[in-house]
């Protein structure tokens, strides 16, 4: 049976994601690793250099524990994916690839939304990536939320929602496409109502995940 191992910067996204794993991917097993505090030490510069060697710790934790496939659930860190994949010898997979892929389908105006500024850079690197794979060259623009992580933080996602709301409708007056940067964000979406289409990651992530694990003829 296939086992794949999530790794999360948040415990807020460990239910969502473990969720469609289960509906999407119903024959494989799942298991979550987190450390909750890469997010905040990406901002400090003497623990950010830590990162990637902590990541690789999970992967490789991951890996003995008999995962077949590794994804990571978090923006703020999926450009390691490739060096963990070649360090590792085991596939891992970003969660918000396909998110970028279908944001430069659509328009060439991109608006991504963070509640993080550690968030914003890795997201807009990664759409620039799959532009460039697409032939491609879109106009970015990067907003971060002032308020909404310290307000989900608290427990007040009604806070978070209200902000990242109004947020997404000042981005769609000149947007072609919305990319919301972290997965924790998605429910936001449901509160407003706007013209163009407002991205998150979870399940075009799962689904291509998916895609990926499913049998080759």
């Known amino acids: ?3 794949i191992a999530f790794l999360h ?5 460990i239910a969502p994601v473990s969720t469609l794993a289960t509906e999407l991917i119903p024959d494989a097993v799942t298991v979550n690793y987190l450390d909750d505090k890469i ?9 950010a250099e830590s990162v990637h060697d902590r990541l690789r710790d999970l992967v490789r934790a991951a890996k003995s524990g008999g995962a077949d496939a590794v994804m990571l659930t978090c923006s703020s860190i999926s450009g390691h994916a490739s060096a963990l994949a070649d360090e590792e ?7 918000d690839e396909a998110m970028a892929d279908a944001a430069v389908r659509v328009g060439s105006r991109i608006a991504v939304i963070a509640t993080l500024p550690t968030t914003c850079a890795p997201t807009a690197a990664l759409i620039r990536e799959r532009a460039e794979l697409a032939g491609v060259d879109p106009q970015i623009v990067s907003t971060v939320v002032d308020g909404a992580f310290a307000a989900v933080s608290a427990g007040d996602r009604d806070t978070h929602d209200r902000l990242v709301g109004a947020a997404i ?4 007056q000149d947007a072609d496409v919305i990319v919301l940067a972290q997965a924790s964000m998605a429910g936001a979406a ?6 163009v289409p407002v991205l998150s990651s979870l399940r075009p992530g799962i689904e291509r995940l998916r895609e990926r694990l499913a049998p080759r003829d």
Not at 9 to 13: F, K
Not at 39 to 47: H, K, N, P, Q, T
Not at 89 to 95: N, S
């Open 190 to 195: 449901a509160s407003v109502q706007v013209g």
């Open 169 to 172: 409708e000042r981005a769609a």
């Open 39 to 47: 997010v905040a030490d990406l901002g400090d510069r003497e623990r």
């Open 1 to 3: 049976m296939t086992r």
């Open 9 to 13: 910067t948040g415990a807020v996204v």
């Open 89 to 95: 010898g085991i596939p891992v997979y970003r969660i």
